[in-house]
C-alpha cells in the first residue's frame, strides 16, 4: 500500500486538475453542482510517475464530494471514484 500525504489545502495545480475533472466527478457522484469549490486533499504516488489524489469538494450546504482522481505519468487524468455526500467535518482517507 502507497504511502499517503497529510491533508493539505488545495494547491494551484490541484485546483485546476480538479476543476477540469467537474464533469467526470459529477457522472461519478450522480449529481449536478451548482457550488463545486476544492479545498483540500491527500495524494500518493507510484515510483514517482503515477498520482492518486482524494480531493475534498465543497458543493454548497454543508455538503462535500471526496473525488480520487488518478493522474498518469504523461499527464492524462482520469476520476477514479467518489463519495457523496460527505459533510464538511468528514475526514480525507484513501478509498
Known amino acids: 500500500m502507497s504511502d499517503w500525504s497529510p491533508v493539505k489545502p488545495v494547491?494551484?495545480?490541484?485546483?485546476?486538475?480538479?476543476?477540469?475533472?467537474?464533469?467526470q466527478v459529477e457522472e461519478s457522484a450522480g449529481v449536478n453542482f451548482a457550488v463545486?469549490?476544492?479545498?483540500?486533499?491527500?495524494?500518493?504516488?507510484?515510483?514517482g510517475i503515477n498520482y492518486t489524489y482524494v480531493i475534498k469538494v465543497d458543493v454548497g450546504e454543508d455538503t462535500c464530494?471526496?473525488?480520487?482522481?488518478?493522474?498518469?505519468?504523461?499527464?492524462?487524468?482520469?476520476?477514479?471514484?467518489?463519495?457523496?455526500?460527505k459533510s464538511n467535518s468528514d475526514p480525507l482517507v484513501p478509498f
Open 36 to 47: 463545486y469549490i476544492p479545498v483540500d486533499f491527500i495524494s500518493t504516488n507510484e515510483c
Open 65 to 85: 464530494v471526496h473525488a480520487k482522481i488518478f493522474k498518469a505519468g504523461g499527464g492524462e487524468l482520469n476520476v477514479q471514484d467518489t463519495l457523496y455526500p
Open 11 to 23: 494547491t494551484p495545480e490541484v485546483k485546476r486538475m480538479c476543476l477540469e475533472m467537474k464533469s
